[in-house]
């Protein structure tokens, strides 16, 4: 009997049923696709801010040199042994940096080079350095007895404008060295647990406070920022929502009243009623969830040009919300609705 | 009578207008909030990202050259002076401690700079005049990152970087010997320095201590200047190649490449970006507004859904009063304009409300995420304004052309 009495009443007013589920898979909508993307925020723009360079610089824990960096961290996203040593240059202390020159410029992504990156037996000029030996792409520097082609300048803004960057092999050759002085580390994550771990492993550790500060202050800010739009946009679903439904049960008074002088309880008319408003807010709830998922992608492929990660807490969330929503704001409508004589309701306006 | 008309249906009916009216306060301070704060990311992100530090580097304009230090100022008198929120010189040579060769920089650490009152005549002969100003500037303004153990250098005192200062096996409050060709300085270690950049293995003291060391008054050899830009364009400028109209477009936009121009026009030096933040600061920042726009976006659809929703349900529950009108001879048309009229006080009022709430909701946002204030801009009004009027009418659009159409004795009849 209840159930025929609901399915009953909802097949009987499917025009007016249908603009509620559509306000509540807005809602649910919205909610679904701002929570995916507030609590997916960080790591997006996290990778984003990754464009800054490395944020950590490792050092040799023991002696000069690091051999071989084989350090093995879900964070370290890249790394680029540099091998730094000073040489005369024309009578010039000049300060040459090895390294694996595609590596370091996939790192470095702002560096601006006119000409190429240098293969064997070239190598890159910073612009300063350029300018103080009077270098330009094309021309022959000499170091000690072996002449190199200048493939490129480098123009970077930075103190690196000052050196010269050869590929690792010919540094390590020049130099006599092998191994490398430092080694720039990317990290995405948790930069402080990968300290830990690399201070573990006998390295010495450094912060490039430029990048590494900056990036967690402003990570900070846009998770904030995003939480509090989609707290925002959420309430103001939900008090939409709640107008929506308010109408819809008001406008049925007279059914109420009818229902009462039949002889229903007030409890089974609530119940009817707050069955309906659940069957409601689980289908546009359920519907909206997949309508945010899909809009939430959309604005993950459009921005950071990645899928957005799909969390069943924010699926749970959405439905409860939805549903609670619709059951609290049909809630209130009932509550004048059976208080009201249902002779007064019936008599009319 | 067509007021009292529309006066009395309100008031008859007064919980349905409320809650009408509560939707669209909704849809607008939804769209007030977003738009508000979307127009304003780009300036507000544009600041954060400025923690990143410098974006310009100003360089003597030949080999071997120096930039005076009293033209400095001068950057702060540009088209574009109030973007350049702060800038530090540097005097850098390498000295001898100990036998030991390490960079000592000479550089501004707070410092107060007199910039004197300027008159300038802009197009128009709009004449526009500024007092004299003065701007706190240097490392501490620019390179917020710096960690400090210890005090900021006074005259006299040093910061010495973290590496540089194992290297020495100095101390805060150890004193040191620079020396430089003939001329020495001695310097208390006021604090250790560590950045992770190359200021780890140098020595830092105030410009004058510097510029008195190496003797190079009034001159120095770096500029680091951090300035609010706009991300440029992708093609590639050459402002020497556009026509007047389009160089004067280019000439007043914070693109960095007008703002370094501007600069070297009233100082004698050469500009560069610093890519690592230059270059990176214009991705992020279109970055950033383009997510705004389109959370905006998506958050005004369901709102402009929801309003109209409303209006169609409070239109719909009054079909016996339709009937009724149209049974005492209302035609078509004035039934329409009743209905219209509704929906646009409904949206005005809605709208207005809607807005001033955006307003509150925008600069709690802007206080609480960027600890600063931010400003409902003209658009954002008009658009919410437009948008809450607009979509209460069009929501009423469907449900009045279903009104008009109503049979007056089928409905009259009952159920």
């Not at chain 1, 930069?191 to 771990?197: G, L, M, Q």
């Not at chain 2, 939707?23 to 738009?35: D, E, P, R, Y």
């Amino acid at each position: 009997m209840f159930t025929r009495l609901v399915t009953k009443s909802l097949w009987v007013r499917r025009e007016r049923l249908l603009i509620s589920i559509i306000a509540v898979m807005l809602g649910a909508a919205m909610v679904t696709s701002l929570l995916t993307i507030s609590l997916d925020i960080r790591e997006k723009m996290g990778k984003e801010l990754r464009i800054y360079g490395a944020n950590l610089v490792v050092l040799p824990g023991e002696g000069e040199y690091i051999d071989q960096f084989n350090a093995t961290h879900g964070s370290i996203i890249g790394s680029v042994p540099f091998l730094y040593f000073k040489a005369e240059v024309n009578s010039k202390k000049i300060e040459f940096a090895g390294a694996d020159l595609e590596a370091a410029k996939k790192m470095n992504p702002w560096w601006h080079i006119e000409g190429v990156l240098p293969e064997q037996e070239e190598v890159l000029p910073g612009i300063n350095a350029a300018n103080k030996l009077g270098l330009r792409a094309g021309d022959t520097l000499s170091i000690g007895e072996k002449s190199f082609k200048v493939s490129g300048i480098l123009d970077t803004g930075t103190p690196d404008d000052n050196r010269i960057f050869i590929p690792m092999e010919t540094a390590q050759q020049i130099s006599g060295k092998s191994g490398a002085t430092l080694v720039q580390v990317s990290v995405l994550g948790d930069i402080d647990d990968v300290i830990k771990y690399l201070e573990n492993e006998g390295y010495k550790v450094k912060k490039i406070r430029q990048v590494a500060e900056s990036e967690k202050a402003l990570l900070d800010k846009t998770q904030l920022l995003m939480a509090l739009v989609a707290f925002f946009v959420l309430s103001a679903a939900s008090l939409s929502l709640l107008c929506t439904m308010i109408t819809s049960v008001l406008e049925r008074s007279r059914e109420i009243g009818l229902m009462k002088a039949l002889g229903c309880g007030n409890g089974r008319l609530a119940a009817i009623f707050l069955a309906e408003a659940g069957i409601m807010g689980i289908a546009g709830g359920i519907l909206g969830y997949f309508a945010g998922l899909s809009l939430a992608q959309f604005i993950g492929m459009e921005i950071f040009d990645m899928n957005v990660s799909i969390k069943p807490e924010i699926f749970v969330l959405t439905l409860l919300i939805s549903t609670m929503v619709a059951a609290i704001s049909s809630l209130i409508p009932i509550r004048r609705a059976i208080s009201i004589d249902p002779v007064v309701i019936l008599r009319g306006e | 009578m067509f007021s009292r008309l529309l006066f009395s249906a309100i008031q008859r009916r007064k919980l349905r207008i409320v809650l009408a009216v509560l939707a669209v306060v909704m849809g607008a301070s939804i769209a007030s909030t977003l738009l508000t704060i979307s127009f304003d990311i780009n300036d507000k992100m544009g600041r954060e990202l400025k923690s990143y530090g410098a974006n310009i580097l100003l360089q003597p304009s030949s080999e071997g050259a120096f930039i005076n230090e009293s033209e400095l100022y001068r950057m702060k008198t540009i088209f574009w002076r109030h973007n350049i929120i702060g800038y530090s010189p540097y005097l850098s040579d390498t000295v001898k401690v100990k036998d030991t060769e390490i960079v000592l920089s000479g550089t501004y650490l707070d410092e107060e700079i007199r910039i004197p009152g300027i008159n300038k005549t802009f197009i128009g002969n709009r004449k526009a005049q500024e007092k004299e100003a003065t701007i706190r500037t240097g490392v501490k303004t620019i390179a917020s990152w710096w960690k400090v153990d210890g005090e900021w250098p006074a005259p006299g005192e040093a910061l010495v970087g973290v590496t540089a200062a194992e290297k020495l096996g100095l101390k805060q409050g150890d004193l040191f010997r620079a020396e430089f060709g003939s001329n020495n300085a001695t310097f208390k270690v006021s604090g250790i320095l560590s950045t992770g950049g190359d200021e780890d293995g140098q020595a830092l003291v105030s410009l004058k201590d510097a510029q008195m060391l190496f003797e190079k008054q009034g001159k120095v050899d770096r500029v680091v200047v951090s300035a609010l830009t706009k991300p440029e364009p992708r093609e590639k400028i050459d402002p020497s190649l556009l026509p007047p109209g389009e160089y004067e477009i280019w000439y007043c936009t914070p693109y960095i490449s007008s703002i370094m121009f501007q600069i070297e026009e009233v100082i004698d030096a050469n500009a560069r970006p610093i890519r690592q933040v230059a270059d990176n600061e214009g991705k992020l920042l279109n970055k950033f507004e383009w997510l705004m726009f389109l959370i905006t976006g998506i958050a005004m659809t369901t709102a402009s859904l929801g309003v109209a929703a409303a209006m169609n349900t409070s239109i719909f529950e009054r079909k016996k009063e339709i009937g009724l009108m149209k049974a005492i001879g209302a035609d078509g048309n004035q039934i329409a304009g009743l209905f219209f009229a509704e929906a646009v006080v409904t949206g005005i009022i809605g709208g207005a409300i809607g807005i001033l709430i955006g307003a509150v909701l925008a600069r709690m946002v802007g206080i609480w995420v960027f600890g600063a204030i931010i400003n409902p801009s003209f658009f954002s009004v008009l658009i919410s304004g437009i948008l809450s009027v607009g979509i209460a009418l069009l929501g009423s659009m469907l449900p009045v052309k279903k009104a008009v159409g109503i049979e007056p004795s089928i409905i009259l009849r009952g159920d």
